[in-house]
């Protein structure tokens, strides 16, 4: 079993820029697949960005891509998703999810259903 704990959301200007933290319990976090979605009131769960166990594959939806970056730190059990140039459409609760098994396509790391375990998610809000 594993535990995800997120951390570091919070009220932003337009423009800033915040780091999430996702800090996991267990001693086989190295060997997951990472992912953080996001989800705005009133709409779906959706994909932001993942991070493969080897930490060299990395993938991003269309509307973060080349303000967001993803990254972990498999001697802390953190995985992290810098986001910079936050815009007010970025508000959202932000969940951070593993998944157990090392096989993986794109397409499938894109799906909730993709991952094992969930945080409790932590509030982003970007004002404008």
């Known amino acids: 079993q594993v535990q995800l704990v997120e951390s570091g959301g919070g009220l932003v200007q337009a423009g800033g820029s915040l780091r999430l933290s996702c800090t996991a319990s267990?001693?086989?976090?190295?060997?997951?697949?990472l992912g953080w979605f996001r989800q705005a009131p009133g709409t779906e769960r959706e994909f932001v960005a993942a991070i493969d166990w080897t930490a060299t594959v990395t993938y991003y939806a269309d509307s973060v891509k080349g303000r967001f970056t993803i990254s972990r730190d498999n001697a802390k059990n953190t995985a992290y998703l810098q986001m910079n140039s936050l815009k007010p459409e970025d508000t959202a609760v932000f969940y951070c999810a593993a998944r157990r098994n090392r096989m993986y396509s794109a397409p499938v790391l894109r799906r909730l259903d993709a991952y094992d375990y969930w945080g409790q998610g932590a509030q982003v809000t970007v004002s404008s």
């Open positions: 267990g001693r086989t976090f190295s060997s997951y697949t």
